[in-house]
C-alpha cells in the first residue's frame, strides 16, 4: 500500500491524544506500548539524531495503517544553548553565532550533517503506510537567526510533502511556515502548532486554560517529563537515557490530552 500524504490539516480533523514523544527514538523506548495507546488515529511528534539515529519506533509508527498526523524536529537547538550536544547532534561544537556562520557555507559540517538527517527522514517517509500528515520542523525551540531559511530550502527540496514549520526559541515565525510555539508561549496565530513542551500543568484548569489561547491551532501537543526520557534532576544525554514507559502513563496522557485539544 502507497502512503497517502496530505498536506494542510486544517479542516477539521479530530487530533484528540495528540502526544509529544520527544524522545521517542531512544533505543528503550516500548514501542509496543506506544503503539497500543493510539486509538483509531495516531497524532504524535519527535525529535530526531539526539536520542538515536535509528528510531525504529518512528519505522513502525510510520507503517501502521491507522491515519497519522506526524510533528519531526530534526535539530536539537537547546542541547547547543545549554552546551550539552552529544557528538552526532547537528549542532556539536557549535555557538549561536558560529552556527549562524555555518548556514551561510553550502559545504559546512552543519550543512552536511543536517542533509543527513533530512536524507534519514525521506527514507522513513517513503516506507510508510496508510493516510499521513506530515509536519517538519528543521530545529526545534531554535536559536538560529534568519540565515535559518537554508534549512527551509533543503526541506522543500529532499521532503516536498510535509508542511514546514518554524519554531523560533524568540522572535517571529519566517513566512510561509507553520508557527510553533511551546510551553508558557501561547502568543500564536493561524497556521499554527502548540506543544506543551517543558511546561507541566499543575491542574486541568490550567490545561484547559492554555487549550481555549490555542484553540485556533492545526495540532495542540500534550507533554510530560517521562515523554523525553528525563525525570530526575541529574542531566543525562538524550541518547543514554532509560525510558520508562507504561500504560498508566499513556492512559493519563491520553485523558488530558483530550482536555487540550
Not at 48 to 59: L, M, N, Q, T, W
Not at 212 to 221: E, I, P, S, T
Not at 231 to 260: H, M, V, Y
Request: hydrophobic fraction near 35%; aromatic fraction near 6%.
Amino acid at each position: 500500500m502507497r502512503c497517502l500524504f496530505v498536506l494542510l490539516a486544517l479542516m477539521a480533523t479530530a487530533h484528540g491524544q495528540a502526544l509529544s514523544y520527544i524522545g521517542l527514538c531512544n533505543k528503550t523506548w516500548d514501542c509496543k506500548q506506544t503503539l497500543a495507546g493510539f486509538d483509531k488515529r495516531i497524532t504524535t511528534g519527535w525529535l530526531e539524531v539526539s536520542f538515536g539515529h535509528r528510531c525504529e519506533c518512528a519505522d513502525r509508527i510510520l507503517q501502521s495503517p491507522k491515519p497519522k498526523t506526524i510533528r519531526v524536529h530534526l535539530i536539537n537547538s537547546p542541547c547547543m544553548r545549554n552546551k550539552r550536544c552529544q557528538r552526532h547532534d547537528v549542532l556539536y561544537g557549535y555557538t549561536v553565532a558560529s552556527a549562524n556562520r555555518a548556514l551561510g557555507h553550502p559545504k559546512s559540517r552543519l550543512l552536511r550533517k543536517f542533509n543527513h538527517a533530512v536524507l534519514r527522514l525521506k527514507r522513513r517517509l517513503e516506507k510508510a503506510q496508510g493516510r499521513l500528515t506530515c509536519y517538519v520542523s528543521p530545529c526545534l525551540e531554535c536559536d538560529l537567526g534568519h540565515k535559518r531559511k537554508t534549512l527551509f530550502t533543503v526541506l522543500r527540496s529532499l521532503v516536498p510533502n510535509c508542511n514546514l514549520v518554524d519554531n523560533p526559541l524568540r522572535g517571529q515565525c519566517l513566512g510561509g511556515t507553520i508557527c510553533e510555539r511551546h510551553g508558557t508561549d501561547t502568543n500564536v496565530s493561524n497556521p499554527c502548532l502548540y506543544d506543551l513542551d517543558g511546561t507541566h500543568i499543575k491542574s486541568v484548569s490550567d490545561l484547559e486554560s492554555i487549550a481555549d489561547k490555542v484553540a485556533q491551532c492545526d495540532v495542540k501537543f500534550y507533554w510530560e517529563s517521562w515523554m523525553n526520557c528525563n525525570e530526575g534532576s541529574q542531566f543525562i544525554p538524550p541518547s543514554k537515557r532509560r525510558c520508562n514507559i507504561t500504560k498508566r502513563k499513556i492512559d493519563e496522557a491520553k485523558r488530558l490530552s483530550w482536555k487540550l485539544s
